[in-house]
């Protein structure tokens, strides 16, 4: 994607890019050869003794959960439905007792990020939840990595910022590349191997696709006025179903929306960039967060990364900013810092920000977020992976769903987390994702018999799968549910690239802003480029 005007935001192909003249001789291609990958993705992540703030939690066995996991609703609401009044009832802020270099508002990818390009100003990391990670955050089984998020990101260019990061923490090694000549999908229940040949439908459309999504590699924001369907409609009215098809659940699940509502330009940048190949770990995007926390603990000390540290209030001030944070139970504190990396999304930060102009605040309340499911169901017995992530194909044109008519969909594709580790690990998961491309979808989600039901349209429609997987209903050990009530920016056209956008995240005083809503593109990209130019604007303000 071509930088936007003023927000130098570099998409996802050209942000971690690897030109098409170097893949053969690029160096870190070599290092993914299929021989050195199987030998690479045999070995686990060599785990330390794990302890409760970690973004990869490590069960001790194989249980179903009764409930979601992922979002802490509870205290949250309380807190930030009225959070001058919350603040009152803990006896009002009180004078501060502490003082930092730097504070970083929400311990996920984007502040684990910012952290380690600032460790040298030992920031704070303060995390409401009980874990490190948002929703970049995993489970362990024995030897098996699963994600309970996101899980892949794009081929980080050589001696770009992100392969040097991920080189120095140390998760590099651990990387898979699945290529879109692999790309799979099931269709009608049955693995259709090589989506991208066409050969299953029309091999020239999916050429002419292929071709045209050249374009969007360097040209991608001149298409974000438009939406997809648009843009298919003057374009690309070619399409056959299955590609229809592909793009709509791709848009549900990556984006949280349909395709009459994502920019043009951001979805097939992704797509572009795709064609060049993801890059994967044991655990998806959870074993970055992991090894970003464990590199900034032994940076700036464990006392400096904390969990179940609700900020409620960021007061700028002159020169610096006042934090206000429950680190107990109706028990207040205030620290005051130099600077503030808010690396919360805008709904939080728009509540927790003393005196946000105007303007900003409408900028901010104009950025919609949705919902997600991700469901890990671990089996009695390993079964070999049918590829990395496969969507589930009907050769249909799917109903678009709304409040009003939800779908019963179980879910619209399936990672074979075990891929990422050659099969080796031990027991195998299946991580199913369901996105809610809606609004209105949370407040059901809710609704406390929501958790059984969604398990239930996943294990029924799963029963499609039985016979390609060589499965049956007794190999099902455990269904762990995870739930992200309002994680996903809805990557709108036209307000994609507008300028309220870049008003939602100017800096207030001496609070910069790191999130993928800086860009509301919800993908690792956004969250790391956010996160860099965070840290730059703080850096640049020390010379």
Sequence with gaps: MKARENDNKLGRRQFHTLAMGSLVTHPLLKLMSPALLTSLASAAPAYRTTVPQDPIAKLSGIASTAEFTGDEPDPNHERFWNVDGYIQKCGGIPTATESQNVVIVGGGLSGLIAGYHLKKLKPLVLEQASQFGGNSKGEV???????????????????????????????????????????????NGKVLPNFWTGQHEDPKVFAQMKQLLKTFESNASSFNQMTVNQWIQRNFPQITTTLYEYFQYYAWSSFGATLDEVAAGEFFSWQASEQHGVMVFPGGNSLITQFLYQNLVA???????????????VIPGNGYADVVVEESLNKLKTIRTKYVVMAAPKFVAKKIIHNIPNAQMQAMNNIEYRSFMVANVSLRRNIPSKGFDLYCLKKEVPKVPTAANPFTKGFTDVIFSNWAQGDKGSPCTLTFYKAFPYQGARQFLLNPFAHNKHRDYLLAELQNYYPELGITASDIASVRMTLWGHSVPVCRARFASSPQLVLASQPIGTIVFANQDNFISPSYESSEQSAVTAAKQILKSLR
């Design 141 to 187: 089984i024995n030897s098996s990595y699963y994600s309970l998020g996101p899980a892949y990101i794009s081929i980080p260019e050589q001696n770009s910022p992100s392969h040097r990061m991920l080189n120095d923490i140390g998760v590099l090694k651990y990387a898979r590349k699945e290529s879109a000549a692999d790309k799979d999908v099931f269709l």
């Design 299 to 313: 940076a700036v000390g464990p006392s400096q990364m904390r969990t179940k540290s609700a900020v409620l209030k």
